[in-house]
């Protein structure tokens, strides 16, 4: 079998025979809960009508807004306006738990009939969402859910990606780029935040279960993005020969970037997620960028207010609902921005992709 072709297939050779070293990490939700497909959450067109003729309306509390998060919640707004429920507020906290608890508060003036939101910090969030749940507002998590909260009584579902799919991309998407053998660099979020967590989990597992001729020698922690340079520095300092380095989103990403630019390094490959204009324009222009792996952002949005309307029509919501992952390069970074954003890259990603 060819290289390409064997790398091509360890997705599938991971979940069906599992590969065994190590037992096979599986997504799942913030409390443990095996993961249920968002596409099975459906509303019938009697449930749409009594939702429609309901009067409800919706505020959308951010921990803040970028490239990803906009795409989310762009597929709440245009669910939302699909239902006939009224989005009467959208707040950024800029990563701020006092901030996002101001927020709360604040929107709660509007008296919303639902509030989708992803918690900075679950295990202070029940002082944020406690007003609102105390209320009798549906609120519907996106990746975290708050401690202390019971699902299906205090909140509706949380919504997420295949956490696993996305690390075990990253991993294949690794490989291809260095032909399957070599040194790489794992750089992961060193915080107590299940999204990354079982991502970057994820990416190790399948590096060293399906990969036997790549090997991780320098592990680093990040904690803040800022620090990324640094980081990056150190582990390049150590290892200068590493033929690839995973970072577990595109901003640090991007500091990896600066600092092989400025080594006039072009033939480490790095793989990231969440798109990224900068990181995608490095890729089309045969940087060192080999792929970006993303979720369906746009449908987790969707998923999220969806979720919310069944929530008032007391239908049973299952408590963690995900998308798929795609991974996204050079060949299908066009397509792929559609499938993750549900919008047309920018333009200057367009222009390079032609």
Not at 84 to 106: C, L, N, P, Y
Not at 158 to 181: M, P, R
Not at 269 to 293: F, R
Request: no cysteine; proline share 5%; glycine share 8%.
């Amino acid at each position: 079998m060819k290289l390409k072709a064997l790398i091509a297939a360890v997705p599938l050779l991971a979940v069906t025979t599992a590969m065994a070293f190590a037992e096979q990490p599986a997504t799942v939700g913030p409390n443990g809960e095996a993961p249920t497909p968002a596409a099975s959450l459906t509303l019938s067109d009697a449930d749409i009508e009594t939702i429609k003729s309901g009067g409800h309306t919706a505020a959308l509390v951010w921990h803040e807004l970028y490239d990803w998060s906009n795409a989310v919640a762009q597929g709440a707004k245009d669910e939302f306006a699909r239902l006939g429920i009224e989005v009467v507020a959208e707040t950024d906290a800029g990563f701020d738990t006092a901030r996002q608890k101001a927020d709360v508060e604040t929107v709660m003036a509007r008296n919303p009939s639902i509030i989708v939101s992803l918690p900075i910090d679950p295990p202070t969030a029940k002082s944020v969402y406690g007003v609102a749940r105390d209320a009798g507002v549906e609120l519907v998590f996106i990746d975290n859910a708050v401690q202390g909260f019971t699902h299906g009584e205090d909140y509706t579902t949380v919504v997420s990606a295949d956490l696993f799919q996305i690390g075990n991309k990253a991993a294949v998407a690794l490989a291809e780029a260095i032909g399957g053998k070599g040194k790489v660099g794992y750089m992961f979020h060193d915080a107590d935040f299940p999204v990354t967590n079982q991502r970057d989990g994820a990416f190790k597992w399948t590096i060293e279960n399906a990969y036997p001729e790549i090997e991780i020698v320098i592990e680093s922690g990040m904690t803040d993005p800022a620090n990324a340079e640094d980081i990056a520095s150190a582990m390049l300092s150590r290892n200068p020969d590493l033929d690839g380095i995973y970072t577990p989103w595109a901003e640090p990403a991007l500091g990896v970037l600066s600092v092989l630019r400025q080594q006039s390094n072009d033939r480490t490959k790095v793989v990231t997620i969440d798109l990224n204009e900068p990181a995608a324009l490095d890729m089309l222009k045969g940087g060192n960028i080999a792929a970006i792996i993303a979720d369906e952002a746009y449908q987790i949005g969707v998923t999220a207010a969806r979720a919310a309307a069944a929530g008032l029509l007391d239908k049973t919501v299952e408590p963690f609902l995900v998308v798929d992952a795609l991974s996204v390069g050079s060949d299908n970074v066009v397509d792929g921005w559609m499938q993750s954003m549900n919008r047309q890259p920018p333009e200057s990603v367009r222009a390079a992709a032609q």
